[in-house]
């Protein structure tokens, strides 16, 4: 059985600040974690690496976590998608669940 800490996270959000602390946080769970800065960047590290859970940002520049949620259950039924927002309408966030539960 792997261990949490051989897994690899992709995390992406475009708040700096945000993603320097949660990387932090990650590292104490993962040691490999692949960071992008948009959805579109989010896309093709997940098309390249052979990522083992997925956190996107509802809100990022060139596609939302939505989009690349729905881009990667196109391809991966099992990988883990957890959604993240910042903003207090949760009606999109509510809409990610259907792409991030498996």
Do not use: W
């Not at 959805?39 to 596609?63: N, R, S, W, Y």
């Not at 957890?82 to 207090?88: D, E, G, K, S």
């Not at 309408?89 to 990610?96: N, Q, R």
């Amino acid at each position: 059985m792997r261990s949490m800490k051989d897994f690899t996270v992709l995390f992406a959000d475009d708040d700096k600040e945000y993603v320097s602390l949660f990387e932090k946080t990650l590292s104490y769970f993962f040691d490999h974690i692949i960071i992008a800065s948009d959805g579109k960047e989010a896309c093709d590290l997940f098309e390249t690496h052979a990522c083992d859970i997925v956190i996107l940002d509802l809100q990022m520049p060139h596609m939302s976590g939505l989009e690349v949620a729905k881009k990667i259950r196109e391809t991966n039924k099992e990988v883990p998608i957890f959604i993240t927002t910042n903003y207090q309408d949760f009606s999109h966030a509510i809409e990610g669940y259907k792409y991030a539960l498996v």
